[in-house]
């Protein structure tokens, strides 16, 4: 009988951080769509059982158990190997962390530990060498120190995107680590029992609507977006933008009032309607009846929200990031994050057609592509 892998998955975002959380549940989905035989055992490494119990309740995955791990241990560790590497000693020789389990084949996406511990590290984008305004000085040397300590060990790193793998080699000549592209891919949850009409009633949504799901942080370019619907709606578009997502920009505290005060000003309360956080089966079922989505982002590593108009067949009107001309090739008209007029004008002449897509084989590539990962790195040990 063949030898399941073991394998241990690094799961310490809780909801601090939901790209992380929601990677982990695709990541486990699109294992489990794998043959039973080739699905290995994964040992979650995880702070607390409460992160584990619901990371296992939205993915069902069958083989998998909790590793809890020392917080505090880990954070010294983590400075200690920093320090290492930036300055050439060590900052202490009696901190220590958690252990490796010796039958696990490699420990992702984690990059701080002895590299003999088959670890593989997961880099989703370099947006700090995009938009450094959006981050502080300290934030920006604290992501180049740890990029700089993970490939100074020759640490396998996953990318998501060939446009990030092209960055890394850019950004770092000197390192010539093994590096892998594995496109994620999303799983929706079922809403088919979400009544549409009701949840339009309940966030006065009257007729066509476009709608837009980011978080309102100041690279996804909100302002941008309503500026270039205002110019289109002055033209004689007749519908309204709907828009979900978090309010809070830790960056940029003050964007959303001046988001806001636009709105207001130009009397767009009716026109352009910002619900918030809202429950994920209203949000599907708003994106997949809408007239179409729009993503204006200038920044992305590989983006949810187009994943998810590709699960859904859905049209959406998409920034022309080399990402997203990476990532999207049906339904999108691509436009210019920096010109208000091109968009408006794309929204007055572009008729979405949505072209049938089959969304499955997304799933089942993103869990064969993160096998070869394990593979490479049980063979290479």
């Known amino acids: 009988m063949k030898r399941r892998t073991k394998i241990g998955f690094y799961y310490v975002w809780g909801k601090s951080w939901m790209g992380g959380v929601n990677y982990a549940r695709n990541l486990l989905r699109a294992l489990n769509m794998l043959d039973d035989s080739d699905k290995p055992f994964i040992h979650v490494y995880c702070r607390d059982t409460e992160s584990y119990i619901d990371l296992k309740a939205h993915t069902q995955y069958p083989y998998m158990d909790v590793v809890i791990i020392d917080d505090e241990a880990f954070y010294k560790k983590k400075i200690r190997d920093l320090v290492k590497a930036i300055c050439g000693f060590n900052a202490s020789r009696k901190l220590d962390m958690f252990k490796v389990l010796p039958e696990d084949e490699m420990v992702f996406p984690y990059g701080f530990g002895s590299a003999k511990e088959k670890l593989v590290f997961w880099r989703p984008d370099f947006q700090e060498k995009y ?89 996804k370019n909100h302002l941008f977006l309503f500026k270039a619907f205002y110019k289109a709606l002055r033209q004689g578009l007749d519908m309204q933008l709907v828009c979900t997502g978090t309010f809070t920009d830790y960056c940029n505290p003050d964007y959303i009032e001046e ?17 918030g956080l809202i429950d994920a089966g209203e949000l599907y079922c708003l994106m997949k009846h809408s007239y179409a989505v729009v993503q204006p982002s200038l920044f992305e590593g590989w ?6 108009c590709k699960a859904l067949n859905k049209f959406v009107f998409l920034s022309n990031l080399p990402v997203h001309q990476e990532q999207a090739k049906a339904n999108v008209c691509f436009f210019d994050p920096h010109d208000e007029d091109d968009l408006a004008a794309k929204l007055l002449r572009v008729k979405p057609v949505e072209e049938p897509y089959d969304y499955s084989q997304n799933l089942r590539e993103f869990g064969e592509n993160f096998l070869k990962v394990i593979r490479y790195v049980a063979k290479n040990e």
């Open 131 to 219: 938009l450094p305004q959006y981050f502080s000085a300290r934030e920006i040397k604290r992501r180049d120190m740890a990029i700089r300590s993970i490939a100074g060990r020759g640490i396998p790193i996953v990318f998501s995107s060939h446009d990030c793998e092209k960055d890394f080699r850019r950004f770092y000549p000197e390192f010539s680590n093994k590096t892998f592209v594995v496109h994620f891919a999303v799983s929706q949850p079922d809403f088919s029992q979400v009544n549409l009409e009701e949840v339009k009633a309940r966030y006065r949504i009257k007729g066509r609507y476009l709608f837009c799901a980011n978080q309102f942080w100041k690279h």
């Open 259 to 275: 988001i806001k005060h636009f709105i207001a000003d130009n009397q767009l309360s009716e026109k352009i309607l910002l619900l």
């Open 303 to 308: 983006n949810t929200t187009v994943e998810d």
